[in-house]
């Protein structure tokens, strides 16, 4: 005689908030599949697929260069030029990317998110790391670079792991704050193209923040891309000058943008599938 094994399902008032984080884990599988699905889509038939993530941030590379290197004759801390560009294009791209992803994640997958339970965490979460892939492979160019110049980077870019997670930090934070604003006001699909384009002409994308004059830097800093850009280039370049209360204050922003996305992502999760 065989005896079937049945699964005791616990309803229990607060379990969810209790065991949010748990969840998280156990879920694991599905934040796995989300993100892989998104990838798959993103280049689903396209005639050049992943090389796209290639292209855009070269062309920017190659634009920025001649108009501020070229043009206006502005300083690279040392390197040449177009490494300079790339590598702040790296965390920028990155982190634009995130935005975009994060902010319409949830709108997305309204019909999932309206029919079944799991932390909604896991949606914005896996968008993210869509980002953080074309992220990994943008990096090609970067390498190239360094070749063709022979450019050889000092033991600095040991550190470069941190400010790749500060760059996520900050990606994921704004990310947050974006997703469940859009959920509750549809106006943010218009605004977050629009404080992307702005964000990249006030970042030390194309430009050494050291032109940024002394009395302006702490300010300049607020802008929390700032410290990360000029981390990257701080251990990407090795020469190049990291303004360090600048650095501070960025990060410290940073992870007010990050904790702060997370409190308001959860205080507004609970409205997602009623709203959405």
Known sequence: ???????????EAGRTEREYWKDLWRYRELFYFLAWRDILVRYKQTAIGVSWALIRPF??????????????????DGAPYPILVFSAMLPWQFFASALSECSNSLIGNA????????PRLIVPTSA????????????IILLGLMAWYNFIPTWKILLLPLF???????????????????VQYRDFRYVVPFLVQFGLYISPVGF????????WRLIYSLNPMVGVIDGF?????????????GFVVSVILVGYLCIGGVWYFRKMERTFADVI
């Open 1 to 11: 005689m065989s005896y079937s094994s049945q699964t005791e399902i616990v309803i």
């Open 233 to 245: 280039r701080w251990a990407i370049l090795g020469n190049a000058q990291l303004y360090l209360p």
């Open 111 to 118: 019909n999932l998110i309206s029919k079944i339970y799991f």
């Open 164 to 182: 790749i997670l500060i760059a996520f930090a900050a990606a994921m934070g704004a990310g947050l704050w974006l997703a469940s604003l859009n």
């Open 59 to 76: 062309l920017t590379m190659v634009v920025f260069t001649i108009v501020f290197g070229k043009l206006a004759g502005l300083p690279s």
């Open 208 to 215: 050494s923040s050291s032109v940024v004059p002394d009395q």
């Open 128 to 139: 993210v790391i869509v980002s953080f892939v074309d992220f990994m492979i943008s990096g």
